[in-house]
């Protein structure tokens, strides 16, 4: 609030380039954003802040990757709702001196994702200061099919699915993935989900996020966790698979449900993402990685750090 | 994310000061939280960050204080709309080493006054870095009465109306102010509001967003204009007239309706907090003063700037 007339020009700038949209009868340009709900008036709400030097940095991100990180990282926590995203708002905290050109590239990243899957970005504030780049979306959507896919829904017997390959995001996934939002559409249609949460800390992490909520183990098969080429090509002493299961930022859709509906989707695939069956869900609270040679080892939630 | 042990700490401790709430079935705990709106599903949202420096320094205010404050601004939005405020959701990034201490402080300020309008903290994304203190909230609520009230919405002849003093925030209101939600509910019960803004950047500069958007003029009465004790006591050259116009951050209601609107208002008070008549709409797009003597002026839409 400090710069007060370039705020206005940048205000204006986003709110010129951003779309009407039919779910949005007031967007940006007065107090607060009107949203209208389709179905029973529910709406998603999540919100994720991205700092310089934590979750990024300015010389390895450009202002579009980073503003398509932003948005993304939201879209993905609704995707793991089993939801439709409608809107989000924007809170940025800009670097003086670099704020107009950050602010560009960081609106047309945003805009980039948001577009390609109608979302409306209904609001914002807009600062500029002499700390480093900060930026935090809220995304809301509403849910769909089913209605929301919670962490704690995993039963004993379910299939543990998996989207997508894993690990080595930080070579270069974690700055442009896809979030998941159309796969979690069709899934919703095609099947009932038992649980689900996109892959933000870690396979492994994630998994147990599931686990404690559904207060449920899991045995997963080691032979069957898919590895990305990134995580193959890593060249730091750490196996692909530690990659697969520790890494974190793949925004991967993982998800339980009856074994009837996942060989279902296995046998007639209803979307071009990769599918992978990685294991199941068991009574009792202990997670196992089961080797290739059959030996059990237990799988930790070991979670992932980022370091520049 | 570069401090999880303490991150996930600090959201089970939120979460478990965070009462339940019949309109979010889903709150702190999963990807994201979900909403039930009670009429037609409307939700309105906004979002508000404020940054350590710009908006406020830990030498002059409590975490406590920053808190209210965050969630407050975004609630004076809600109510500028003659919304109800449902739920907000926070996004934080704490210095390190002063992390846990400035957490709990800030969820005090903020618990303290979502609990006094029945806000539901929704969801949140915690973070510590090396950075100044950074916190964002997007609050959400739903239309009241006539729906909501937008900044457009000016008549010629409308009678100009404010809640509360003006001028002077900076001595303290702006810490510990109270957003005019319960007003706005009692307006929309009694009265059709026309438009509405809180006063934010100023009483002047936020009579010019309604004038613009309503392209309208407006001839304000200065005798008439509300001033605070904290404007009266100034002590920096500037009237105190100067400052009720010209302050920022009174987060006050500033309303246009029919004359018979408002001198029913007037005359049979709903509420206890001071309202006044400061001027009127005209056509046209010139903003003037009125002073005592008659003679008038051009009110320009000078804004405000903190200086710590």
Redo the contacts between chains.
């Keep these: 609030?400090?710069d007060?007339q370039g705020e206005f020009e940048l205000i204006d700038w986003i709110q010129q380039r951003t779309p009407a949209h039919a779910q949005v009868p007031?967007g940006i340009?007065?107090?607060?954003?009107?949203?209208?709900?389709?179905?029973?008036?529910?709406?998603?709400?999540?919100?994720?802040?991205l700092?310089?030097?934590?979750?990024f940095t300015l010389d390895t991100a450009t202002p579009f990757q980073i503003g398509w990180k932003s948005l993304g990282v939201n879209l993905s926590?609704?995707a793991?709702?089993g939801?439709r995203a409608v809107?989000a708002?924007?809170?940025?905290?800009l670097p003086r001196g670099r704020a107009w050109e950050l602010a560009q590239g960081i609106q047309e990243g945003i805009d980039a994702l948001a577009r390609q899957f109608d979302v409306c970005i209904?609001?914002?504030?807009t600062?500029t200061?002499?700390?480093?780049l900060?930026i935090?979306i809220?995304?809301?959507?509403e849910?769909l099919g089913n209605g929301?896919i919670?962490?704690g829904g995993a039963q004993p017997g379910d299939w543990i699915l998996v989207t997508g390959n894993l690990g080595g995001s930080i070579a270069g996934k974690h700055l442009n993935f896809i979030p998941r939002l159309e796969e979690a559409r069709l899934l919703q249609e095609h099947v009932a989900l038992h649980a689900m949460?996109?892959i933000s800390?870690g396979l492994a992490a994630d998994l147990h996020h599931i686990l404690d909520?559904s207060h449920v183990g899991a045995r997963i098969f080691a032979a069957q966790v898919p590895i990305s080429s990134a995580a193959q090509a890593a060249t730091d002493g750490r196996s692909p698979l530690a990659h697969a299961l520790g890494d974190?930022e793949d925004f991967e859709l993982l998800m339980t449900l009856s074994p009837a509906d996942a060989q279902s989707l296995l046998a007639n695939p209803i979307f071009s993402t990769h599918l992978a069956h990685i294991g199941e869900i068991v009574a009792g609270k202990t997670a196992e990685l089961i080797e290739a040679d059959g030996c059990s080892t237990p799988l930790l939630a070991t979670?992932w750090?980022?370091s520049f």
């Design positions: 609030m400090t007060t007031i340009g007065d107090d607060a954003a009107l949203l209208k709900f389709n179905r029973n008036g529910e709406s998603l709400v999540t919100v994720d802040m700092l310089e030097g934590v979750h926590d609704i793991a709702m939801g809107a708002v924007v809170s940025i905290a209904a609001g914002g504030d600062n200061w002499n700390g480093p900060v935090s809220t995304a809301l959507g849910p929301p919670r962490r949460i996109d800390d909520e974190g979670g750090r980022h």
